[in-house]
């Protein structure tokens, strides 16, 4: 009886309660890491800006005078509709007529041009595809000169108004690009004229 009494005593092994572990718990203590701030150390850009020589400039300018003094005979239908142009551009009338006083003059300077300054890697790149843009322009602006030789030059009605029509078209697109490549160059800036930008670069 008395091993009887002695069971059932509360024992302080069989009435403890269950630890966490023996639920299934898994206690993970917080460790705490002190990373130290690295300082990243800052970054400098500088860009250097490179001006455009002045004779780059200059080259670059006077290439363009070529397509323009070739293109001048388109705006004569324009000049006498526009009398103030004329008188503007009455300066240039006299250079354009030394330019066409020596024989071949257009073709000595095309291709004086072409192949002193295009093809002659002593330039820089400015100022050969600023001069490559005017030898592409003034290959197109001989273009409508050509198909005036094959059709003729009618003298009135529906084909003198075509053909002052695209007269003063060519000489407004001329003088535009003139104008244009003129004064980016002079600023020392790279001129992208339509339709010939994209035909130069692929020739330098």
């Given at each position: 009886m008395?091993?009887?009494?002695?069971?059932?005593?509360?024992?302080?092994?069989?009435?403890r309660?269950?630890?966490?572990?023996?639920?299934?718990?898994?206690?993970?203590?917080?460790?705490?890491?002190?990373?130290?701030?690295?300082?990243?150390?800052?970054?400098?850009?500088?860009?250097?800006?490179?001006?455009?020589?002045?004779?780059?400039?200059?080259?670059?300018?006077?290439?363009?005078?070529l397509?323009?003094?070739?293109?001048i005979?388109?705006?004569?239908?324009?000049?006498?509709?526009v009398?103030?142009?004329?008188?503007a551009?009455?300066?240039?009338?006299?250079?354009?007529?030394?330019?066409?006083?020596f024989?071949?003059a257009?073709f000595?300077a095309f291709?004086a041009?072409y192949l002193?300054?295009?093809?002659?890697?002593?330039?820089?790149?400015?100022?050969?595809?600023?001069?490559?843009?005017?030898?592409?322009?003034d290959?197109?602006?001989?273009?409508?000169t050509l198909?005036?030789?094959?059709?003729?030059?009618?003298?009135r009605?529906i084909?003198f108004k075509?053909?002052e029509?695209?007269y003063?078209a060519?000489?407004?697109?001329?003088f535009?690009?003139?104008?244009?490549?003129?004064?980016?160059?002079?600023?020392?800036?790279?001129?992208?004229?339509?339709?010939?930008a994209?035909?130069a670069?692929?020739q330098?």
């Amino acid at each position: 009886m008395a091993f009887i009494s002695l069971l059932r005593l509360p024992s302080p092994f069989l009435s403890r309660p269950p630890t966490v572990l023996s639920q299934g718990l898994i206690l993970i203590p917080k460790i705490k890491i002190n990373i130290p701030n690295q300082r990243r150390a800052p970054i400098s850009v500088s860009a250097v800006y490179t001006p455009t020589p002045a004779t780059d400039r200059l080259v670059s300018a006077l290439s363009y005078t070529l397509p323009f003094f070739n293109s001048i005979h388109y705006g004569r239908f324009f000049f006498a509709r526009v009398p103030a142009l004329a008188a503007a551009l009455s300066p240039v009338f006299p250079l354009l007529s030394v330019y066409r006083s020596f024989p071949y003059a257009s073709f000595v300077a095309f291709f004086a041009l072409y192949l002193g300054v295009v093809r002659n890697p002593a330039f820089s790149r400015y100022v050969r595809f600023n001069s490559m843009q005017a030898v592409v322009l003034d290959v197109f602006l001989a273009l409508p000169t050509l198909v005036q030789r094959i059709f003729g030059v009618p003298s009135r009605g529906i084909g003198f108004k075509i053909l002052e029509f695209g007269y003063n078209a060519v000489f407004l697109f001329s003088f535009g690009c003139f104008i244009y490549g003129l004064v980016s160059s002079v600023l020392g800036k790279t001129p992208y004229l339509p339709i010939v930008a994209s035909a130069a670069d692929r020739q330098l």
